[in-house]
Nanobody, 122 residues
């Protein structure tokens, strides 16, 4: 089992940048594929990006491709989401999640953080 804690959210102007972090508690952090999801008010939780256990395989939602970068540091039990060129439509609560394998489907993830709010003003 792994506990996840997100940080790094906040308020930023359109065009700005933020870096989210997801710290994992388990010594076996490197044994989990990881993902970022987001949920805006009144909308379903949606896929943002995932990264494989080693970090060699990543995938992004079309809406963030070229602007967001997912990465991980297994030595620090931490995953990151670098978000550049932020848009108002990126406003949401961002969640990190862990699973045995990579997936873009939130229902397949076993462990979740509590979420961190990202607000992009126009």
């Amino acid at each position: 089992q792994v506990q996840l804690v997100e940080s790094g959210g906040g308020l930023v102007q359109a065009g700005g940048s933020l870096r989210l972090s997801c710290a994992g508690s388990a010594r076996t952090f490197s044994g989990y594929a990881m993902g970022w999801f987001r949920q805006a008010p009144g909308k379903e939780r949606g896929f943002v990006a995932y990264i494989s256990r080693s970090g060699s395989n990543t995938r992004y939602a079309d809406s963030v491709k070229g602007r967001f970068t997912i990465s991980r540091d297994n030595a620090k039990n931490t995953m990151y989401l670098q978000m550049n060129s932020l848009k108002p439509e990126d406003t949401a609560v961002y969640y990190c999640a862990a699973n045995e394998r990579t997936s873009s489907a939130y229902a397949e993830y076993d462990y979740w953080g509590q979420g961190t709010q990202v607000t992009v003003s126009s």
